[in-house]
């Protein structure tokens, strides 16, 4: 097994990254140099195998507060106490994904469903209680809001606003998370909008199937277009971030691809090189983009045996190994054929942290005795073809 690590989000507290395993239930934590990992305890409430737990781990005092996935618990973990805090049930959930989550200036996180028709869950810190916000679906005058889907990368927060691209049509919505009033931005007309990026006192946006990004210019309505010659490795999106330092943007890759620095006065743009040790589990895996502190941008492409840091003062990439126990490596081997058998016939996650999937997954067929009843089933040779295909879909 070369990595069991693999997660959505990361909080960084002093030099220690902490974040909930996507691929199976363990409350972790890191060291940013020197990639040392280790397992702290598991999430109360869940079997020790189950997967996809939290999308979002948020950093409020000394609290972290994981903010659930597919899931409808809110866990919280006492830093200074070092144990849980009691897990917090989202009642009004109407959702059956979350996908993003904010924490305003106001202790209160704003967890994204992933339906525009769907209330957005209000998490008061303080209280510990949860209520839900209709005001976007309010906003929007379409007849056909049940249909439009929301993706993480849709969503961005920035100076106590909240900003909700619908993807795909020129609406962006957003909150003013103090006054909880609403509103939306009309980009320009028939432009397939994928991402919007509000960085300072700039919005970019980039459109479907185009690495080019757009700065929007909202008292003229007009826009100029920065030209990145690009090719999609995969799907309709791009970018799934990008932060601006100056005259510079670095812009994140929705999947694994390169992280690109460009420079909006010269036109001019770099890619950055991952060293040739950088291992991906699946070449189009997704970025987890989840933390900037001081001079240095945190970026793990989901199924990645490196942490990517990214120094903005001169623009350079580094990474760093992640290093685990021999006991932590036995312990997730067993929980991972755990789930492997739980998974194995209604199909794999494409993002699943180990490189012996496919290894595995032809020791099963192969230990599979032939019975009668099978005969209608695929032979072994289709479904290594059809697993292997639906990789790189």
């Not at 890191?30 to 781990?57: A, D, Q, R, Y």
């Not at 397939?192 to 909202?218: G, H, Q, T």
């Not at 100056?246 to 812009?251: D, P, Q, R, S, T």
Request: proline share 3%; glycine share 2%; hydrophobic share 35%.
């Amino acid at each position: 097994m070369k990595n069991p690590i693999n997660f959505f989000d990361a909080e960084l507290v002093n030099n220690e990254l902490w974040f909930s395993n996507k691929n199976f239930n363990a409350l972790m934590k890191m060291n940013s140099e020197t990639g040392e990992t280790e397992m702290v305890s598991t999430f109360e409430g869940f079997s020790p195998e189950e997967e996809n737990l939290h999308i979002k781990t948020i950093l409020s005092g000394d609290l972290l507060i994981f903010i659930p996935y597919l899931k409808n618990t809110i866990h919280i973990w006492n830093i200074q106490k070092n144990c849980f805090e009691k897990s917090v049930d989202i009642d009004n959930k109407q959702s059956s994904v979350f996908i993003n989550a904010f924490k305003d200036d106001n202790d209160i996180i704003w967890i994204l469903p992933n339906k525009l028709s769907d209330p957005i869950v209000l998490f008061d810190i303080n209280k510990r209680t949860t209520s839900a916000f209709f005001g976007i679906k309010e906003e929007s005058d379409s007849e056909n809001i049940s249909d439009i889907i929301l993706w993480s990368i849709s969503l961005k927060y920035q100076k106590n606003h909240i900003y909700i691209n619908s993807t795909k049509n020129n609406i962006c919505f957003y909150v003013d998370c103090n006054t909880k009033k609403t509103g939306k931005i009309i980009l320009p007309d028939k432009f397939p909008v994928m991402s919007v990026f509000p960085c300072d006192d700039k919005i970019y946006f980039s459109l479907s199937r185009m690495s080019d990004i757009f700065e929007w210019n909202a008292e003229k309505k007009s826009y100029i277009r920065y030209e990145i010659d690009n090719k999609l490795k995969q799907g309709e999106c791009y970018y799934a971030d990008i932060i601006k330092r100056e005259n510079k943007l670095v812009i994140i890759p929705c999947h694994s691809d390169d992280i690109i620095i460009y420079d909006i006065e010269k036109r001019e743009y770099e890619k950055l090189i991952f060293p040739e040790n950088f291992e991906r589990t699946n070449p189009n895996a997704m970025f987890a983009f989840y933390r900037e502190k001081g001079n240095e941008i945190f970026v793990f492409p989901l199924g990645c045996n490196h942490l990517i840091k990214i120094n903005t003062d001169d623009f350079t990439l580094s990474t760093v190994l992640f290093v685990l126990s021999d006991s932590f490596e036995k312990y997730s081997e067993d929980i991972i054929n755990k789930v492997f058998e739980k998974n194995y016939h209604s199909g794999l996650d494409e993002f699943f942290a180990y490189k012996e999937t496919l290894g595995m997954f032809i020791d099963k067929l192969v230990s599979e005795k032939s019975s009668d009843d099978k005969s209608d089933n695929e032979n072994a040779g289709e479904k290594i073809h059809n697993y292997i295909v639906s990789l790189f879909r």
